[in-house]
């Protein structure tokens, strides 16, 4: 007999969402929403490397009463959590753009050696 368990889940920047699963392992929930999101954003950004987005922030929750207020994962939950992680990939992308600090990023190398400077 399976019993249902309650966890507190979150994925990178995300809303925390109540997850009611009755399994584990990779037959759990929480295993095919992991690997839809990662099949989500391996379409849009094939590149791009976002382990730490989907991979879930997971806590058991002992009392239900005390998570009253927090929404359950659901399909409507799911979507927010694509468009979420959809913004924070595009602004992992946009940042590393930026930290290649264009106008010095293609030094010359002899400007570079000090001996010719001095």
């Known amino acids: 007999m399976n019993t249902e368990k309650l966890y507190l889940v979150s994925f990178g920047d995300s809303k925390k969402y109540i997850l009611r699963d009755t ?12 690997s839809e999101l990662n099949s989500f954003l391996k379409e849009k950004f094939p590149n791009a490397s976002f382990t730490y987005f989907t ?3 997971v806590s058991d929750i002992e009392n239900a009463a005390d998570y009253q ?22 602004n992992m992308e946009e940042q590393s753009k ?14 570079a050696d ?3 400077i001095l």
């Open 23 to 34: 399994s584990s392992g990779k037959d759990s929930k929480l295993a095919t929403i992991e």
């Open 55 to 57: 991979s879930p922030h």
């Open 69 to 90: 207020g927090y929404p359950e994962l659901d399909s409507a939950a799911l979507e927010s959590i694509k468009k979420v992680l959809t913004r924070e990939v595009e």
């Open 98 to 111: 930026l930290d290649l600090n264009a106008p010095y990023s293609n030094v010359n190398p002899a400007a």
């Open 114 to 116: 000090i001996s010719n």
